[in-house]
């Protein structure tokens, strides 16, 4: 698909003109949210912080520092824009991850040792970390170009900063109220359509919490909201989740 894409819009010419890259956009981010919404549902790690965090991290940082030292070296760019795009390039490997790990999961394949789950979590903290550390790397070298300029329009670059982490933290709270709503299926007698009912549940939320996101002046609350909401819901709900 990326191959064909990258085809596409270099050389089929016209033909990609009609092509909404807003709506694109929209789409890559709300599958992107339902995603973290899955995998925060599949997050295990009792037992296992010090392995969760390490294995967050350090290839994390391996693969965002390599990245940006190659941008730096290659395409002279500045510091922040190049740990920017290693921040951007690192974040896509969980993404491809996750669902390979939710199948092995489901097949069964490392189950007795939480395999599977533990992986998962790393992955999905991956993910928000590359997130947040994108924001925070964005806002500092947006910061720097406008002082560059001499704009007197720029904000203080600590409480530039500081919004992330507020909007990240109102993400996390709007995640797991929503989470929390769906207690009320316990109510729902558990019957073949109840699981089919708790998905479209948790889709309709996870693309809601996007918008909601976008809309408002949050929008870096988006993508911890989902995750935050479908852990909660795993919470909530146990074992008798939505799988597939």
Known sequence: ???????????????????????????????????????GMNVSFTGKGILVILMTFIPLMFEATTAALIAMGIFG????????????????????????LMKWD?????????????????????????????????????????????????????????????HNIAGIIAGVIMGLTGWFFKFIDHKPYTINIKCAY??????????ASEMSSFSNARFIACLSFGYTCFRVWGENKPTK
């Open 202 to 211: 948790a889709i309709v939320v996870s693309i809601g919490l996007i918008i």
């Open 77 to 100: 760019m500045p510091i922040g824009i190049a740990f920017s795009l290693g921040f951007a390039v690192s974040a896509i490997a969980a993404a491809i991850v996750v669902p390979l």
């Open 106 to 166: 489901q097949c069964g394949y490392g189950r007795s040792k939480g395999l599977a789950g533990s992986l998962t979590a790393c992955s999905t903290f991956d993910n928000i970390t590359c997130i947040i550390l994108f924001g925070i790397c964005k806002t500092v070298s947006m910061q720097y170009a406008v002082e560059e300029k001499g704009s007197k329009s720029h904000t203080n670059l600590a409480w530039a900063i500081g919004s992330i982490f507020v």
């Open 1 to 39: 698909m990326i191959i064909m894409g990258c085809i596409a819009r270099n050389f089929f010419g016209d033909v990609m003109k009609p092509y909404s890259n807003a709506w694109a956009q929209w789409v890559r981010i709300c599958c992107l949210g339902i995603l973290l919404t899955r995998g």
